[in-house]
T-cell receptor
């Protein structure tokens, strides 16, 4: 059990550029979640997958955001045409199933200049 | 959706002191978890506790589901306990809603 892994740890980009983050969940976990956290706030839910199926997306996830989990293992979160308001910590989490303990990765800190 | 409120927002303790953090939620829950976010930003799951009481070393948690609150007890606090403590609740829609956290500073 190596924990939830996220890459990169930090990303600095210019406004208008596209960025992609990767998350590798704990291997036997079939649920994978993306959250976003801004300074001084708790994490906010973005979306979650059960295996490869994306089951829910938050209203926070505009059409510039897309997430995939192609083979039910790792997941990617892409932000197109980044805006300064997208600057935040993007957190990935996984769990063994519904209503189970959630385990978080270290996050990707995005700064949009 | 469910509302999650935490108190106090900030807490300063001397090493060795005990503390109680509170989490109130606005609806019945089937999932209530406590997390510690350390100064480097890592969120650590402390407890999965939709009801009842659990203990893990110096930490314990109690959730009274019928009265819609949960408590996190920290005994004999250490400087490494510093950080932000979050509770998060889910009413069955498979997404945890986090409170705004309690910021704890334990001084030596």
């Amino acid at each position: 059990d190596t924990g939830v892994s996220q890459d990169p740890r930090h990303k600095i980009t210019k406004r208008g550029q596209n960025v992609t983050f990767r998350c590798d969940p704990i291997s036997e976990h079939n649920r994978l979640y993306w959250y976003r956290q801004t300074l001084g706030q708790g994490p906010e839910f973005l979306t979650y997958f059960q295996n490869e199926a994306q089951l829910e997306k938050s209203r926070l996830l505009s059409d510039r955001f897309s997430a995939e989990r192609p083979k039910g293992s790792f997941s990617t979160l892409e932000i197109q045409r980044t805006e300064q308001g997208d600057s935040a910590m993007y957190l990935c989490a996984s769990s063994f199933g519904a209503n189970e303990k959630l385990f978080f990765g270290s996050g990707t800190q995005l700064s949009v200049l | 959706g469910i509302q999650v409120e935490q108190s106090p927002p900030d807490l300063i303790l001397q090493e060795g002191a005990n503390s109680t953090l509170r989490c109130n939620f606005s609806d019945s829950v089937n999932n209530l978890q406590w997390f510690h976010q350390n100064p480097w930003g890592q969120l650590i799951n402390l407890f999965y506790i939709p009801s009842g009481t659990k203990q893990n070393g110096r930490l314990s948690a109690t959730t009274v589901a019928t009265e819609r609150y949960s408590l996190l007890y920290i005994s004999s606090s250490q400087t490494t306990d510093s950080g932000v403590y979050f509770c998060a609740a889910d009413t069955g829609f498979q997404k945890l809603v986090f409170g705004t956290g309690t910021r704890l500073l334990v001084s030596p």
